[in-house]
């Protein structure tokens, strides 16, 4: 198994709203990562994971909280967005931080 | 600090012709280097990459770059494009024992029938 899947592929919330984002490898990789992409852009890093410990935090808003269950899983909960926050998820893992990301196909979120 | 530059932000080419898109960066560590595609609604995937070694190095979809560390440069080509081509295609660059990824703002090929 060579994917990096993503759940939900869409997802639309209000601003009072909880939703999770999920990621799912199967590759043994131990560095996990959250992307931001807005259109046009390139993703913007915002959180990485390594042997399930949070390792970087680009100084995101509290409102998206990152969680790593177990070496396959990455979720990030996200709660009170703001339209802003509208973009393309994107979930990578590599085998070690070092190593080159295999990125999954991403949630689109709108927030209302 | 490192930085990517991706000098040209949209490439028009004709089918079956050949295309170069350009890409340089600056770092004060050796690094690694990748070009990503990216279709539209879609993750990146990783065409080619440069870890160490041979300075060509081809990748999938019948592209390659090559290496060029006095011009600190990683230029991506292909001797043929065809219209599933057109995508986004991005630079990275990472840093040896660093764990993040800086990106290049993106080429976006466009390939005319």
């Known amino acids: 198994d060579t994917e990096v899947t993503q759940t939900p592929k869409h997802l639309v919330m209000g601003m009072t709203n909880k939703k999770s984002l999920k990621c799912e490898q199967h590759?043994?990789?131990?560095?996990m990562y959250w992307y931001k992409q807005k259109a046009k852009k390139p993703p913007e890093l915002m959180f990485v994971?390594?042997?399930?410990?949070?390792?970087i935090n680009e100084s995101v808003p509290s409102r998206f909280s990152p969680e790593c269950p177990n070496s396959s899983l990455l979720n990030l909960h996200l709660h009170a967005l703001q339209p802003e926050d509208s973009a393309l998820y994107l979930c990578?893992?590599?085998?070690?931080?070092?190593?080159?990301?295999?990125f999954g196909p991403g949630t689109r979120l709108t927030v209302l | 600090a490192q930085s990517v530059t991706q000098l040209d932000s949209q490439v028009p080419v004709f089918e079956e012709a050949p295309v170069e898109l350009r890409c340089n960066y600056s770092?004060?560590?050796?690094?690694?280097l990748f070009w990503y595609v990216q279709y539209p609604n879609q993750g990146l995937q990783l065409l080619l990459k440069?870890?160490?070694?041979?300075?060509l190095v081809k990748g999938i979809n019948g592209f390659e770059a090559e290496f060029n560390k006095s011009q600190t440069s990683f230029h991506l080509r292909k001797p043929s494009v065809h219209i599933s081509d057109t995508a986004e295609y991005f630079c990275?660059?990472?840093?040896?024992?660093?764990?993040?990824?800086?990106f290049g703002i993106g080429t976006k090929l466009q390939v005319i029938p």
């Open positions: 990578a893992s590599s085998q070690g931080a070092g190593n080159e990301q295999f």
């Open positions: 590759m043994g990789h131990r560095a």
């Open positions: 994971y390594s042997y399930e410990k949070l390792s």
């Open positions: 770092s004060s560590v050796s690094v690694y």
């Open positions: 440069y870890l160490s070694g041979s300075t």
């Open positions: 990275a660059v990472l840093p040896g024992g660093y764990q993040k990824v800086t």
